[in-house]
């Protein structure tokens, strides 16, 4: 049986504007969106701000009904067995939110301990081990409200293990965390999987998906654009090439003209120190350099070069694409 | 018996958040010294002394009142806020378990508000502190407190249905003082009134702490406040399945 399994998941957002001509829009955050992670997996779901991957896990803790799919987590249906579904699985997003910042770290842990159910008897060596776990040790009778960013988001990861779930999901966990805190809370999360948990991880990161995941669904606009191991994305990039032009202010009209060009699969613009970069990926047998600098006449061009695709410039290519 | 470790921990913790934050404090500390000493105003010009208890109980009970209506949809509000609505809903526990410990909080702290004014009513106004039967009353503004939680958590309730729920429990803080004859005997409400006041928890509390206080029969009192309060509890956490798959189904229960 596969530890979660989504199928054609949809869901839209109704959102009313205007004070006396009430208008309804609607918003479809999640458009057909299927995958299957097996027991011990991590998933990673990897799209940009907006993509619908919140709204995808929502669904599949019970928070939010589907508009249309169905999902199943361990077997059970997320509509019709939510209160099984919750027992079940743990939950983390990232930020500050999602913390009682008058409550010590300890106290907010027993709170939950108590709310999923912990049995009285294991709550406390439980709390320990997971104080331990994260890090929190020798600090958890400080009120939350003076931790720092990082230390909220590891109560967090403590209080999503609290009842030892056999599923997590991890919602941008390491937003907001300077690198090193970022990096520990990684090197948690490979830890988790060792221990032989199934997660299902959303990031906005490349390199954190790469690192971490055995599979990776490539989420877009609500949809699916790509999925499979980081290898398999990385092979699919590989007979490109990328272009890279420092420019010195480059506008719309300019970036749509290269898109236009023969040969070019994907434009995007990066802001480096000083310079904004100009990353044009083409295919492998097009020489576009000349047509290129053509395009930007007029303004301001730095360095020129010429480089292998990365899996990051496949995650760009997957995304931008109309 | 988990369901009671439950709601005792949940109370605990709540009662801990409210004690903690400077907002609620200020408010719930001063108020109950607002009200006292505006009823013992109305009611000072050649009263006797017993009407003077009457009316500080009165005023005792409207505080306690004032801190579950008008905060019961605001702490739900507080949750979404913080980001912990969710958490709560997505926790195995029903949600009318988690809702109800924090209303029940809230309708503690009318304890202290019952304390501040009778002591103010005291040391300000020389009322005598006389309670005919110390138990009854102990019992009766435990049963008023409960039964205040009780309502808290239909407020609640929704508030986590609708947003502007709040404007409910504000709405209702008047009236109540008034329908529940916490300031005025009910004799003097129009017939009409009757039926509404019955069927509130609030007007059985008030009699049952009078009685107890004033010598009388507070018992059947009592027992219709806490009739009415489990009613109230039954039928929010009939309430709450509805209104969280409703929730769920709208996408309310985050801020954005
Ligand atoms: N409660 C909501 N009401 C209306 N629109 C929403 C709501 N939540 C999310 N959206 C919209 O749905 C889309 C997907 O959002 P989300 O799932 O949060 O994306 P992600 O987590 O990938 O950043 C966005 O366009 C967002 O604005
Ligand atoms: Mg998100």
Redesign the pocket.
């Known amino acids: 049986m596969a530890a979660i399994e989504a199928h054609e998941l949809c869901r839209t957002?109704k959102?009313h504007t205007g004070t006396f001509r009430r208008r309804t829009k609607e918003?479809e955050?999640v458009r057909g969106v299927s995958f299957t992670i097996e027991p011990g997996e991590l998933f990673g779901l990897l799209?940009p701000?907006?993509?619908?991957?919140?709204?995808?896990i929502k669904m599949l803790i019970t928070l939010l009904i589907p508009t249309a799919g169905s999902a199943r987590v361990l077997g059970l249906d997320v509509v019709k067995d939510a209160r099984e579904v919750r027992k079940r699985i743990g939950y983390v997003f990232g930020g500050e939110r999602g913390v009682y910042e008058r409550l010590s770290g300890y106290d907010n842990l027993r709170y939950f301990a108590e709310l999923y159910g912990v049995p009285p008897k294991l709550q406390k060596p439980r709390i320990e081990e997971l104080l331990e776990l994260v890090g929190l040790k020798g600090r958890e009778h400080e009120r939350a409200e003076g931790y720092s960013r990082g230390m909220k988001q590891r109560l967090h990861v403590a209080r999503g293990l609290l009842h030892d779930p056999e599923v997590l999901f991890l919602d941008e966990p390491t937003i907001g965390l300077d690198p090193v805190g970022a990096r520990e809370l990684r090197s948690t999360i490979a830890s988790l999987t060792a221990a032989g948990k199934t997660i299902l991880l959303?990031t906005h990161y490349m390199f954190e998906a790469d690192a971490l995941c055995d599979r990776i669904a490539v989420i877009s606009k609500g949809s699916i654009v790509a999925e499979g191991t980081p290898a398999d994305l990385k092979r699919g990039v590989g007979q490109g090439s990328v272009l890279e032009v420092e420019v010195y202010g480059v506008d719309e009209e300019t970036i749509e003209q290269v898109r236009r060009l023969g040969g070019v699969l994907a434009v995007s613009v990066e802001e480096r120190e000083q310079a904004q970069v100009l990353v044009v990926q083409t295919q492998a047998e097009v020489e576009l350099t000349s047509a290129i600098l053509g395009h930007l006449n007029g303004g301001q061009v730095g360095r020129i070069s010429q480089r292998e695709p990365t899996l990051e410039d496949a995650y760009v290519a997957l995304v931008t694409e109309e | 018996m988990s369901t009671l470790r439950l709601l005792g921990v949940g109370w605990y913790f709540q009662f801990k958040m409210i004690l903690r934050s400077p907002f609620d404090g200020i408010g719930n500390v001063l108020y109950p010294l607002f009200f006292a000493t505006t009823a013992l105003f109305v009611f000072r010009a050649g009263q006797s002394p017993r009407t003077l208890v009457y009316a500080s109980l009165g005023a005792a009970v409207m505080g306690m009142w004032s801190s579950v209506s008008t905060s019961a949809g605001s702490a739900m509000q507080r949750e979404r806020w913080w980001g912990t609505l969710e958490l709560l809903v997505a926790a195995p526990r029903h949600f009318s378990l988690v809702m109800l410990p924090a209303t029940l909080g809230l309708a503690t702290v009318g304890i202290y508000n019952l304390a501040a004014t009778l002591l103010w009513g005291h040391f300000v106004f020389g009322i005598p502190l006389t309670i005919t039967h110390p138990l009854l009353f102990a019992l009766s503004v435990v049963g008023t407190v409960l039964a205040f939680g009780g309502l808290g958590l239909l407020f609640a309730v929704s508030f986590v249905r609708f947003r502007a729920a709040w404007v409910l429990g504000n709405f209702f803080e008047y009236p109540v003082w008034l329908v529940c004859g916490f300031l005025v005997p009910l004799a003097l409400l129009p017939g009409w009134v009757r039926p509404i006041s019955w069927v509130l928890a609030p007007t059985w509390g008030m009699s049952a702490i009078r009685e107890s206080a004033l010598g009388g029969t507070p018992l059947p009192d009592l027992l219709l406040c806490l009739g009415l309060g489990a009613a109230y509890v039954a039928l929010g956490v009939l309430v709450t399945d509805r209104v969280l798959y409703d929730a769920r189904g709208r996408?309310t229960l985050?801020l954005?």
Request: hydrophobic fraction near 20%; glycine fraction near 24%.
């Open positions: 957002y959102t918003v955050a799209g701000n907006g993509a619908g991957k919140t709204t995808t959303t | 996408g985050s954005t």
